[in-house]
């Protein structure tokens, strides 16, 4: 561990740590403040990476439902890669104003009209994914809950299901964010 000039980056959830020391150490009793001391002497620069909040949610999920309708082939690379690039900007700029609806649709221009359902449901959920206490803002969960919602959509189509992707939302939302799930 002492090479010079050499850095060494962990990237981990830092109550993991805190149990994996308490764990370390066994039956010794440990008081947090012990257990921080520790953990001060592993980790010189914690840098805490805060949870997504509703406009990043909202960016996250309008470019990974405009990345799936470039896939479906509803829109092009370019209009893509346009919409993204603005989308980034916006939510760069949040301080300016929050990321709406009307702002995401600017930002594809005339794609927009080709995205009108996922500007909706990035719109109407993103509030839902970065406060609800089982997805938290969590872009990994986010991605999951996208994953999964494709999966059921396949599923319902191989079975001849006439669902709306739109009401598949709303049931893995209820699924996913229901206070007993």
């Not at 439902?65 to 919409?83: N, P, T």
């Not at 690039?85 to 794609?111: C, N, Y």
Request: with cysteine; charged share 25%; glycine share 4%.
């Amino acid at each position: 561990l002492f090479i010079d000039r050499t850095a060494f980056i962990i990237a981990a959830d830092e109550q993991m740590i805190r149990n994996a020391v308490k764990s370390h150490f066994g039956e010794m009793e440990l008081s947090d403040d012990l257990v921080t001391s520790y953990f001060d002497k592993l980790i010189q620069v914690p840098i805490r990476v805060p949870r997504l909040g509703p406009n990043e949610v909202k960016g996250y999920l309008i470019l990974l439902l405009a990345d799936l309708a470039r896939r479906r082939k509803l829109i092009s690379l370019s209009e893509l890669e346009q919409g993204q690039t603005r989308v980034i900007e916006a939510i760069k700029k949040s301080w300016a104003g929050a990321l709406t609806a009307k702002r995401i649709r600017e930002a594809f221009g005339p794609a927009a009209s080709k995205l009108s359902h996922e500007i909706e449901i990035a719109d109407q959920i993103a509030g839902i994914m970065a406060t609800s206490k089982k997805i938290n803002g969590n872009p990994r969960l986010i991605k999951r809950f996208l994953n999964n919602l494709v999966i059921r959509e396949r599923v319902a189509e191989a079975q001849s299901m006439s669902v709306s992707f739109a009401e598949l939302v709303k049931l893995q939302l209820l699924e996913r964010c229901s206070a007993k799930a």
